[in-house]
């Protein structure tokens, strides 16, 4: 009992320490210099169960905006966190240096306050000032920007605030070393994703990294900060010797940003709604990859495996009978392209049948690249009784940190045969199963030598009932298979129209996995159903094939089924607002019931209009 309760108190203390952890109260600000005609944005940043927050009173400055709240909850490694936002935009009164007081609020019952800030305000700004929204904790002061142009055009200030970046691990990797592909989005407005246009790889063996959901950091470029998401990952493998260049990663996007007139107009109203939407196209960097050739002095087994490799070889068994199978399992373990590596060859006597290998593999695709191992299971089924051996086993493949071959070897094995029931030298039939082969030579019969009693019959072929069947049956089977055919080709004419028919229903079920994510608050996978159920009943129910899905296709098609503009245009801002939801989940403040609703209805309503 004592033992249950010491456990009981450790298990509390440690629960309770887990939860401080993640127990914090901070304050930042856009600048801490600012102009008269410059905003000010501050946020409060509460991480844990809070309650009873109280902002400081903002002396010389008027509240333009706010407060703004945001939540945020993540569960990683068991560990539950939760976050909340309180955004203020300020415009200050008169010139001069003044103190923000702090802030207060009671985390898990407990109070924290944050620490003052000291703000100068100056007269009228010259220069251009970059004040956009969705920056809460840039705190670079204007002295430490780089200075720009006062007539810089929309498209160059959108470029200045998001935009996407291209990484690689290794600019000159050998052919068939692994190497990853980064995109990072740096970004410090509200923006919307409507189409991603991935580049070609060619020349390169690809696998896409599964980033789960990316958690946004702050970095600082060019002396500015940004929030920066990891975006895509790619492990590639390059296939071919010599310069390769990856084209740019294209996004297309809409843009929320606070019109001109507002941002130079200090005596603006900001209670306005006065912003703008643009579409914008996010454009990484090229990347140009150099692949290298391997030394010459390759080894005469070269596999082409490019990496780090371990290799275990053994038997299931080194002492058996005559047409008892033996299994040779080789297992090759590590990082690099495995999923390339063909199968051994296996020096043994004629006295032995060697099937082809069972191959199986337990890979998996991370950040750093491919790794895991690969098995193969060879079986063999000795003959001849006597000693044999299983000769050394060998792996040559090409260490890049190294810079060299390498050749990995395993131990002989030594195989003991007795001799069988006086099967050993029955032959054995190929492409039999593990317990058919254990069955040879038990269903062999000799032949008997005894006289055979064998009479003549008066019966003659030709006329007989058995001529006349075999004399039909050519025209039946033929028959048969026209018939047959006819079939198939009225079934595959069929096939779109079965698919029509079926698309309601196949989205609806598609609907219904939605729901169960949503009852669980799996916000990404209920993302995933609702995007598979409004694209497959898009293609189903107007017969566009899954390459050629486009917007575009899927309005012409809408509108020759006489379906009305409202309900297309909802249906298609309804896929765009998952897709977004998918691929930028931080930017997305989407309700999932309201999604899941509107898929609902808009389904349904499509249906009906298709079918008056």
């Known amino acids: 009992m004592v033992k249950i309760k010491r456990i009981l108190f450790s298990f509390c203390l440690l629960l309770t320490t887990a939860l401080l952890y993640s127990q914090s109260f901070n304050v930042g600000v856009s600048s801490k210099n600012i102009a008269m005609n410059q905003r000010l944005d501050i946020t409060f940043t509460i991480k844990g169960e809070s309650s ?6 903002f002396d010389n400055f008027s509240i333009v905006s706010g407060p703004n709240r945001s939540s945020s909850f993540q569960l990683i490694n068991g560990r539950y966190s939760q976050s909340k936002t309180f955004n203020y935009g300020l415009r200050p009164n008169k010139i001069g240096k003044f103190k923000i007081g702090s802030a207060t609020v009671k985390i898990d019952g407990k109070n924290y306050k944050t620490e003052a800030i000291t703000i100068t305000v100056t007269k009228v700004a010259q220069s251009k000032q970059n004040n956009w929204r969705g920056n809460p904790q840039q705190s670079q002061s204007g002295s430490q920007k780089k200075q720009k142009k006062k007539s810089q055009s929309i498209e160059e200030q959108l470029a200045d605030n998001l935009f996407i970046k291209a990484f690689v691990s290794k600019s000159n990797p050998y052919k068939n070393e692994q190497l990853t592909l980064t995109y990072k989005l740096y970004y410090r407005l509200q923006f919307n994703i409507t189409e991603i246009k991935r580049p070609k790889f060619s ?81 990484s960097n090229a990347v140009t990859i150099n692949v290298k050739a391997l030394p010459a002095n390759k080894t005469a087994n070269y596999s082409g495996l490019v990496g780090a490799f371990s290799m275990d070889v053994s038997a299931d068994k080194t002492e058996t009978k005559t047409n008892d199978p033996i299994t040779l399992t080789i297992k090759v373990s590590g990082r690099g392209n495995l ?38 299971e060879y079986l063999l089924v000795p003959h001849v009784a006597g000693k044999y051996e299983i000769p050394q086993i060998t792996l040559s493949y090409f ?68 001529y006349f069947i075999l004399l039909i049956l050519p025209f039946l ?126 389904i349904s309503s499509i249906e009906k209009e298709i079918k008056q």
Not at 234 to 248: F, R, V
Not at 350 to 360: N, R, T
Not at 452 to 462: G, T
């Open 203 to 283: 020349g390169f063996w690809i696998e896409e990294v599964n980033l789960g959901e990316s958690q946004r950091k702050i970095e600082v470029v060019n002396g500015e900060r940004y929030y920066v998401s990891q975006y895509m990952k790619y492990i590639l493998i390059p296939q071919k010797i010599g310069k390769t260049t990856i084209n740019p990663l294209k996004i297309n996007s809409v843009v929320r940003v606070q019109s001109q007139t507002q941002r130079n107009d200090p005596f603006s109203n900001p209670f306005f709604n006065n912003y703008q939407n643009y579409k914008y196209t996010i454009k």
């Open 477 to 602: 089977i033929l028959l048969t298979v026209v018939l047959m055919r006819k079939k198939i080709i009225e079934s595959r004419r069929n096939v779109a129209l079965l698919k029509m028919k079926k698309a309601t229903k196949k989205a609806k079920k598609q609907l219904k996995t939605a729901k169960k994510h949503l009852k669980k608050n799996n916000s990404t996978e209920f993302y995933i159903s609702t995007t598979t159920a409004l694209n497959g009943y898009a293609s189903d129910k107007m017969g566009i094939a899954a390459a050629e899905l486009t917007k575009d296709k899927m309005k012409e098609e809408l509108v020759e089924r006489n379906v009305s503009e409202e309900n297309i245009d909802k249906f298609l801002e309804l896929i765009d607002n998952c897709n977004f939801a998918r691929y930028a989940p931080s930017q997305a403040n989407f309700k999932l019931q309201d999604i899941y609703n509107q898929s609902v209805e808009l």
């Open 399 to 466: 260490n890049p940190v190294k810079k060299q071959y390498k050749t990995l070897s395993s131990n002989e094995i030594e195989l003991k045969i007795l001799k069988g029931d006086g099967t050993e030298n029955a032959p054995l039939l190929t492409g039999l199963s593990k317990q058919e082969i254990e069955l040879r030579g038990k269903d062999i019969r000799f032949i008997k030598v005894n006289k055979l009693n064998l009479q003549e019959r008066n019966r003659y072929y030709f006329g007989s009932y058995k």
């Open 339 to 376: 999923k390339l590596l063909s199968d051994f060859e296996i020096d043994l006597p004629s006295d032995f049948e060697i099937y082809e290998p069972k191959i199986k593999d337990n890979l998996s695709v991370g950040t750093n690249g491919i790794s895991g191992y690969k098995t193969f």
């Open 52 to 57: 009873n927050f109280h902002p400081p009173k």
